[in-house]
């Protein structure tokens, strides 16, 4: 569990860490928390030759609310998400999400954007950002990009983004009908299937619904077949279970591990997406 | 000594540890604390194929690094160092601390690099070049007993680490003749007959300190200090002198704080020979630290034993015979008391039960494997689980209550001491006092009834009953190779103040708060005028250590043993003082008097410092105050409970939630309950974690699926309800405090409890077993099952 040799410095705003990222090159890192790279690096799977400290620059970390939107930035950690009361009153979704992270200790100190960055196929957070159609800003030496997203995520550990790119902020309209439910594998509490659903209600109607998949594929992902299916509908019982039904059509990519096989994966996408939407009509 | 038990009054109070604060507060010293001038650092190039033929080793490269001080290969270890010794009697192939020709599980040193720093030594590690003939892998013990695929030890050539031992009814002592007249009459007689293979899987320990040695030879001393995170320093010491040469005499060593063992750190690994033995060749101090990833594969194992059970019964519940095949996987090699694991499994093959026929074999199989050895319970919670699994797989045949069941076949109170026919004589027991105090607690009967009304709701509600006896207090010595005493020593200072050494080695059982409350209560002074000292045997002067919770049974005994004789000797110097009789001398709140004359009292200090300052001295003493005491214990002391639990089982996902769990526990007399609680509540976190979250797996190239935390599961506080804890108590008459040893307890009941409810919960499903851990996936396959 021992490193191999890097050079650390600290990034004291986001232009800096933009000029210090350029400047690095190749085998640079962003760190933040650490809580995904440096277990990386102490197996040796991960050697970068320079680590650029990010999660001490102060526009990065908090929580705030802008026209109508919520802006989180990327260094803010998951156990300041989860115990947010703007979140929790205005898009419970993302507080109750980053508060099934882990363990303590990887909420105190992992980071939303290096959980968003990372990409892990299991990891909560993609799948909550899909279900609010959430903007992902990112910065780079050519200036400002946002990407959403349902587009950011490409696949294993793979994101829509340069590699001398860096997360500034995750922004979205918060979702008061909205809910995340887990089926978690014991040991590191990653998502076997995790389901975060986020729905637009006028008048006991579902006006449009939003639903984001981890942990059962290569990549977190929208659910559409059951955002139709919900959309322009009572919100009731009924519809969210005929819904939920869909969830698993033709999916494909289905992850397996020691902890869950392709056929379990499966099975548990509908029952967790019914859940998670039965989370979000209790608050509706 | 009196022979009834005595009971003063600290002990039996609940006082907090006195060795928590420092613990808690970052203020211990563990081995990794440890500094020494000079001092460099050791890693190990470990093997990454599970069996192989060794090549070539390239350490050239790592050899040249600055920093790098000296690499080893096997051969260069091999020329410095016996193969490892074990203490169990079993012919045992020659293991090298570092693989020679053929590297027989992941993990297996190959290279060993010593640098001046760790940060040069891993990068070392990665210079190394080793190149392998791959050889077929087993990781099946029930194919590799066929020999096949392929033999790990040529002398051992089905893999029979040891072939097939009988033992119980018709088995002479010596194993070697066998009748079975008795055991085949309780199955023709019988009027139902159960049969279950079960598994007892594989786990790994994980002390939440990893391993680590400092070894410190100094030439002009000509001694060597080896600090290691062990369990039993007086037999690291016995080892390594033996294995460098020196004398006891030469070679101290030192446990300092130890963050907890389960057994694994009984076993004197490669990894401390090689240390000492390099300290000695280099002449330099040498740090080892073991990485949590090295941890999880040069780290002994538990468990792991295949079990064959058949009980025959007559229809009124009455069990006539219990047979039980034993396969036990101990992977690639026999470490200190690997072998003797599973010979422990059938020594309780009895459990709590009068079961007039029983027989079991047992045979161990070398695998692809990282070695087993000790872990908390060894061996005991395997015959538990193997056996409370059979008792409720025949109460429900017999549609019987399973406490019921248990009840119609406990050994009797008036049989006590009981001899059973696997070897054992349990010291003193009562097994439905302690079933009924469970039953009551739990409310047995309105459990059943909330269960079937939540069943009638379509849940998936069960509920498990387990009773447990196990064997504590290890020795006698006719038991342990190391000998089965315990060692104290107390001293008198001479302001009053007591020291008090033990050879319990503590790793996390509270012996410098409850030996200090039992001489606090035989002095009559404040506990905090007293000091346990342990772990060095520069200070403690012979110790055996802890493991199969022995600290009180046997330690703490010695540690009374001694404060009597020093206390008597303190008599004698106070009635000098005092002129009265020492028989007439009494110690009450710190002070020395004559009994009916408390005014003429003197204090404690002044007593003390009398013997010291011995003006004039008393005819027939000897100054000061310090006396020793071995206490080699007569027998075992045998603890047992009954451990009760309600279950849920999701429907729709397989997931198993624990929703309530009443634990009783007898282990006689208690020093500190607020300490055995602690202990009951670690020892059923790990028992219910094998039966629901903690499995080792390795695939079929023998790598360790499951090789950190990522994947190796740990019980969390929130996966249990609040335990609910009763106690009842029968003391044991194997010692004056009727103390019978709680260390490992907690894992014995509950996890064949866990695992029956499960069954329980399952059982509209046409299932009677499954083996655990309780997957998710693997639990929600039977529901869909039973669906299609």
């Not at chain 1, 992902?221 to 959309?231: I, K, S």
């Not at chain 2, 786990?203 to 600090?227: C, D, Q, Y």
């Not at chain 2, 390594?240 to 070679?251: E, S």
């Amino acid at each position: 569990m021992i490193p191999a040799a890097f050079e650390y410095v600290r990034a004291t705003s986001l232009d800096d860490a933009v000029a210090k990222l350029k400047a690095a090159g190749s085998g640079a890192k962003l760190i933040a928390g650490g809580h995904s790279l440096v277990p990386l690096m102490k197996l040796r799977l991960s050697e970068p030759r320079v680590l650029i400290d990010v999660g001490r620059i102060p526009d990065l970390v908090g929580i705030r609310e802008r026209d109508g939107k919520i802006v989180i930035g990327a260094a803010t950690v998951h156990s300041d998400v989860a115990a947010s009361p703007l979140l929790q009153e205005r898009c419970p979704v993302v507080a109750e999400a980053a508060g099934m992270i882990g363990d303590p200790q990887v909420r105190n100190r992992g980071t939303v954007g290096g959980s968003v960055a990372h990409a892990d196929p299991s990891a909560d957070m993609p799948a909550v950002l899909i279900a609010l159609n959430a903007e992902i800003h990112v910065k780079g030496p050519g200036g400002w990009r946002v990407v959403m997203a349902h587009d950011f995520f490409q696949d294993l550990f793979t994101v829509n983004m340069a590699p001398d790119e860096i997360i500034a902020a995750i922004q979205f309209t918060p979702a008061k009908v909205s809910a995340y439910a887990k089926l978690f594998q014991r040991a590191s509490h990653y998502a076997i299937v995790g389901v975060a659903a986020a729905l637009e209600v006028k008048g006991g109607t579902i006006v449009s619904a939003r639903i984001g998949l981890t942990g059962a594929t290569s990549y977190a992902r929208r659910l559409t077949a059951v955002e139709r299916a919900l959309a322009d509908r009572p919100l009731s019982k009924d519809t969210i279970a005929a819904a939920a039904e869909l969830a698993a059509e033709g999916l494909e990519g289905i992850n397996s591990d020691i902890h869950a096989s392709v056929d379990y994966r499966r099975a548990m996408v509908p029952v967790i997406t019914r859940r998670a939407l039965q989370g979000a009509l209790a608050r509706a | 000594m009196a022979s009834t038990p005595v009971l003063p009054k600290l002990v039996g109070a609940r006082i907090k540890r006195r060795e928590d604060p420092r613990l808690i507060q970052g203020r211990a010293t563990y081995v990794d604390d440890v500094k020494i001038a000079g001092m460099q650092h050791i890693a190990f190039k470990r093997s990454d194929i599970a069996h192989g033929r060794i090549v070539s080793v390239d350490v050239g490269a790592a050899a040249a690094m600055d920093g790098v001080e000296a690499v080893f290969t096997g051969a260069h270890i091999a020329a410095m160092l016996e193969p490892l010794p074990i203490a169990t009697p079993f012919p045992s192939p020659p293991h090298r601390a570092v693989a020679v020709d053929v590297v027989r599980y992941g993990g297996e040193p190959v290279a060993v690099v010593v640098a001046r720093n760790r940060y040069i030594a891993r990068d070392a590690v990665d210079a190394i070049q080793v190149e392998y003939e791959p050889l077929r892998v087993v990781v099946d013990p029930e194919l590799a007993m066929t020999g096949q695929p392929t033999v790990i030890h040529e002398a051992f050539p089905n893999n029979l680490a040891v072939p097939l031992v009988p033992s119980g009814t018709g088995v002479s002592a010596d194993g070697k003749t066998v009748d079975d007249s008795a055991i085949d009459k309780a199955f023709a007689q019988a009027d139902v007959v159960i049969s279950q293979r079960m598994m007892n899987h594989r786990l790994v320990p994980n002390a939440i300190e990893s391993r680590g040695v400092v070894a410190h030879f100094e030439p002009g001393k000509a001694m060597l200090t080896v600090w290691s995170s062990t369990q039993n320093p007086h037999i690291l010491r016995t080892l390594i002198a033996a294995m460098t040469g020196l004398g006891q005499n030469q070679v101290r060593a030192i446990a300092p704080e130890v963050g907890g063992g389960f057994g694994s750190k009984i076993n004197i690994y490669p990894e401390e020979y090689v240390a000492a033995v390099l300290s000695k060749h280099l002449e330099l101090p040498l740090k080892w630290i073991e990485d949590r990833s090295e941890g999880f594969v040069a780290t002994t194992h538990g468990r792991d034993i295949i079990a064959y059970v058949d009980v025959a019964a007559r229809r009124d519940g009455r069990v006539l015979g219990l047979k039980m095949r034993l396969i036990a996987d101990i992977g690639a090699y026999n470490m200190l008391l690997t072998a003797a694991i599973p010979t422990l499994t059938m020594m309780m093959a009895n459990a709590n039960y009068d079961i007039p026929a029983i027989r079991t074999t047992l045979t161990e199989v070398f695998t692809n494997k990282t070695p087993t050895d000790a872990y908390r319970g060894a061996g005991r919670p395997e015959a538990t689980y193997f056996v409370e699994r059979a008792m409720d797989m025949l109460a429900s045949e017999l549609k019987m209550d399973p406490a019921e069941l248990r009840r119609r076949n406990f050994i009797s109170p008036a049989k006590f001491p009981f001899a059973t026919q696997m070897g054992a004589v349990y010291d003193s027991g009562d097994y439905e006092k302690a079933l009924n105090c469970a039953v009551e607690a739990a409310d047995w009967n309105g459990l059943k009834t909330q269960r079937d009304a939540w069943r009638r709701e379509g849940r998936l509600v069960g509920l498990g009953l387990s009773m447990y006896v196990e064997v504590c207090g290890l020795g006698p010595s006719s038991a342990l190779p190391t000998g089965g005493w315990e060692h104290a020593q107390v001293t008198i200072e001479r302001d009053g103040r007591i020291s008090a050494t033990t050879g319990a080695s503590p790793h996390g059982q509270g012996n410098e708060t409850t030996f200090a409350q039992m001489l606090a209560d035989q002095f009559g002074i404040p506990i905090e005028h007293i000091t346990i000292h342990h772990g060095d045997t520069a200070v403690v002067k012979q110790g055996i250590g802890s493991f199969g919770s022995r600290s009180q049974a046997v330690g703490g005994v010695a540690v009374h043993m001694a404060g009597a004789k020093v206390k008597a000797k303190m008599a004698k110097f106070a009635a000098a003082l005092l002129e009265a009789h020492e028989d007439d001398i009494v110690f009450e709140q710190g002070r020395i008097g004559v009994k009916g004359a408390p005014a003429s009292a003197k204090s404690f200090a002044e007593v003390s410092g009398y013997a010291y300052v011995p003006v004039p001295l008393p005819v027939g003493l000897e100054p000061g105050l310090s006396e020793e005491a071995f206490f080699e214990p007569t027998n075992n002391t045998y603890p047992f409970g009954c451990v009760i639990c309600m279950l849920e089982i999701d429907r729709e996902t397989g997931e198993p939630r624990l929703l309530k769990l009443v634990a009783v526990d007898d282990a006689g007399n208690l020093i500190n309950p607020l300490i055995v609680e602690g202990q009951i509540h670690g020892g059923l976190a790990q028992g219910i974690g094998q039966a629901m979250v903690e499995e080792a797996l390795y695939d079929e190239d023998g790598q360790l699926l499951t090789g950190s935390f990522l994947d190796y599961a740990l019980p969390r506080a929130t996966d249990f309800p609040r335990f609910e804890l009763h106690a009842t108590v029968t003391p044991t008459p194997v010692n004056q405090f009727g103390a019978k040893g709680v260390g490992e307890a907690g894992t014995l009941g509950a996890t064949p409890c866990i695992v029956n409810a499960a069954v329980d919960a399952l059982s509209g499903f046409g299932i009677t077993h499954v083996d655990m851990m309780l997957r998710p996936e693997k639990l929600w396959r039977i529901i869909q099952g039973a669906k299609a």
